[in-house]
């Protein structure tokens, strides 16, 4: 089991979106990927997606408006 991580600070969107579904096909069942961020309208519309793709959402933490941390697991 791998961890991936995706750094998209500094990113609006749809580039967080983006760069989280490119780093969900590199990961193998089991993998765990961590999107970091500070781009408020992607820190609702990943879980969303990862809820549409059928995957495990871990932990989305972070302060409103500030940086946020989300895993996944594929």
Known sequence: MAE???DCRGQNCPVPL???RKALKRAAPGDVVEVTG???ASKK???MAVKA???EL???EGEEGGEWR???RR
């Open 45 to 47: 519309e990943i879980p």
């Open 70 to 72: 989300i895993r996944i």
């Open 4 to 6: 991936i991580k995706v």
């Open 18 to 20: 983006v760069e989280t």
């Open 53 to 55: 793709l059928g995957l």
């Open 38 to 40: 500070d781009h408020p």
């Open 58 to 60: 871990l932990e989305v």
